[in-house]
């Protein structure tokens, strides 16, 4: 029998074992998309314990912990660190099959080198074993980046957001690149006119703008868009339940603008032609500037609006949603590429039934011009564990190029995520080993080496011209 979570973890052959050991896991992180604050970056932050660091804004745990039926208080509470510590490792025992149980132990591995099986019988001693280390200079932010072999960081922010943390490091030298991502979802997201409307202020602010129509509006957006590419900026991303892409003129996105601005009522009509204004207007940009656009479709947002109004957003009330997905995608991205602005593009599901959807959909405008232009993205959200890694890879094997992914990513907010892309990679490796044990994949152990580390780091080292 197996150890649990030994050194050939999910390797279940040799030849596994050898492109994991031998070729993957010497491959540095480039983590392309994630939520990390880059203010803990900037400052180096010290963590006081485990909770902090681990805990702390990890909604994935939240929704285990309220599934174990542990209240709320040791959750998002008031409860101490130590409290809300004992009750997770309470849980623990009880996420067996779920991913949450194999990336404690790898990040209890990893960092801490703490080999044990967590539980409420060793909770105690466990968080003050991680204390411990977390006072000392290497587990600081940056030493625990450097731990995991981290070569860049892309965090993910809003058009109005300052990037004076960004520019902090930058002026610095810092030695991992920690560039901006342009995520413009609030400036298109009329749900709320009031919410709307102090965002319209705040960007008048911060572009120095002032915006009393349409034209204004994108004037501003495109001042900010220029900035982020003053600051290294080349990625952009939007979080949607969808692609929109009605038909719409520029008449009508101007005075749906006038009536937002006017707090007058915008009918769901009017919402998905302004929706789909400014994805155009945003993916223009992007094309001129040479930069990847992302896009996350699929997920239902906000689904528990009596907990929404206590704890706000990203808080663990959201989930997978079925929206249709093909038509309104294929429009939106062939209008792009009808007029020429098609830039490289990655595009991520969170409903597994739209698995070959999106892993064809890309096929229709790779155009030769970049190996792996539009990409079908890692699993992604309640996706990224064994199953949805595996299909993922597997819908991309049998109706695209593998060879030419850009691999995983972590799209965490805490820093003790980047074994994830260990995890990513054991399994890579394991479908790989397998095939090439039965006879499906040739025994050329140096040229399949190398897809694995291309898939692992060079891959995306390439698309997103880094060059590190």
Known sequence: MKQFVDENFLLSTKTAQTLFHD?????????????????QIAENTQFENISQVWLNGDHYKWRALRANGVDESYITGDKSDREKFRKWAETVPYTLRNPLHHWTHLELQRYFDIHEVLSGKNADKIYDQCQEKLQTEDFRVRGLLKKMNVKTVCTTDDPTDSLNFHQQLKDEGYEIPVLPAFRPDN???????????????????????????????????????????????????????????DDYTPEEIKGIFEKAISHKEISPLEHRKFKSAMLVEFAQWDAEKGWVQQYHLGALRNNNTRMLSQLGADTGWDSIGDFSQARTLSRFLNKLDRDNKLTKTIL?????????????????????????????????WFLDQKDGMTRQINALSNMGLLSHFVGMLTDSRSFLSFPRHEYFRRLLCDLFGTEIENGEIPNDIEWVGKIIEDISYNNANKYFGWNI
């Open 187 to 245: 400036a298109m997201n009329l749900d709320d006119l009031n919410k709307f409307n102090l965002y319209v202020k705040k960007l008048e602010s911060v572009s120095d703008v002032s915006i009393s129509n349409y034209t204004d509006f994108l004037n501003a957006l495109k001042n900010r868009h220029n900035f982020f590419a003053k600051m290294g900026c080349t990625v952009s991303d939007h979080g949607l339940e969808e692609i929109y892409c």
């Open 23 to 39: 070729y993957a896991a010497k491959m540095p992180i480039i983590d392309y998309h994630c939520h990390l604050p880059q203010q």
């Open 348 to 380: 991520y599901n969170l409903n597994p039934s739209d698995n070959e959807l999106f892993a064809t959909m890309i096929g229709n405008f790779n155009d030769g011009s970049v190996a792996g232009k539009i990409q079908y993205g890692s699993a992604w």
